[in-house]
């Protein structure tokens, strides 16, 4: 299969692709391609940009947001303490109009507070964190997360209309079953989190990644379309709390679903590249399906799709690959329709455009970090360094100066024979972040 876009060999191009915008609606849409042309015959993958950008009249929504804690044994001490102070100094930071709830898991789970507004609660709500016991008894996450989620399905529907619905996962550990042995089987919690449509989840994993599986709690936090932070030290904590309650409170669209209709080609990957990276499973092939997306923030909100299509057999035939509309918060865009040309001249299908360019670049960061953890688990250190040095080539290139780093320690850290967990957590952590690169 022929390759429009990263092909062996292809160099940047100049050429300046199709943009389609529409008419004035809350939400503008622009889509382009890596290419706008392809082969006469054959397989051929061509990556569309699409970008969202809200009007900048649309005010920012509420939230219901429910704090989902571990508090099984190994939270106690310095953890517990800083996850108390933490979490009632973000109560503090909330608006009036949001609301919260409490849920604890340890070997069973309990809902200490219900989704409530924080005018009449706060207080009441800090007080009660800053009481909490101490931590005691295994990860009994299965629960924990039935009881996140069914702390909404006791707030009436109008309650959840136009409002960010959203889990906070704080978690240092990984599941156990009653006696306190890892679970290795993760698949019926990836499916408590898949079937949430329309409630986000972010992954904060406290401490060491060597004590706690990154790996899982990234694939949940995409899983749930959100975010996912490493905190091995409490001010990382910390900091990545009040990230996550600032990406809340900049929130201007709670529901946000791609709808792609009229499909002449077979989608490859869908993935969020701004204003965070966030890799959806793919619907079976079919002519249409809807992907819901998640909330969506005062800033532009961009994906890439990633298609493969047949050539139509001759120069110049128009070959459209999907029509597809952004549907929010019941409201929708125009319907947009991308397209792609045939050509016979091999000269063509070098020319890629540069946004394009970047934004697979900085997936390809996130997806380079994976390839590397894989490498190292199967033994091939080698493969794991060229990756390595590939990767942080193209970070240093993107200005990613934290991903870059932890590349480097990575390096470092291989060659010496030290633990990389944490590196490999870090990477995951940080090549997420791309509000500042996606402009």
Known sequence: MQNGFLGAGRERGTISPTECRYKERDVKITTKNGSDLRPISGDYSTTTLIELTPESKMGRIPSNVVFLIDASSSMGGDKWSTVKTAVSEILGSLQDDDRVGVVLFDSSSKEIFPLASLAENRSAMQEMIK????????????????????????????????RVNHVILLTDGFPTDDQGYRIEETKKYEDI??????????????????????????????????????ANDLNKFKEGLQAEIAKLQSSVVGNLALKFSDLNSRVMRIAKIAPEIVVYDIPGNSKGFELPTGSMTKDMTA???????????????????????????????????????????EADLGQVDPDVFKAIQVLQVHLNGEQIQASLESGDKAKATRIIENTTKIANNLGQANVTRALTRLATDISQGKSVADDLATIKDESKKTRLLIK
């Open 303 to 345: 994906f890439i799709v990633q298609t493969n299509s047949q050539g139509a057999g001759a120069a110049g035939a128009e070959i459209p690959l999907f029509s597809l509309t952004a549907v929010y918060d019941g409201k929708s865009t125009e319907t947009v329709t991308v397209n792609i040309k045939a050509t016979d001249r």
């Open 193 to 230: 989190v898949r079937r949430q449509e329309h409630i986000t989840l972010t992954g904060v994993g406290i401490g060491s990644a060597d004590d706690y599986d990154s790996n899982f709690i990234s694939k949940v936090s995409d899983l749930g379309r959100g975010s996912y932070y490493h």
């Open 131 to 162: 009481g909490l016991a101490s931590p005691s008894g295994v990860t009994n996450l299965e629960a924990g997360l039935k009881t996140a989620y069914a702390a909404f399905d006791k707030r009436a529907d109008k309650d959840k209309v136009k």
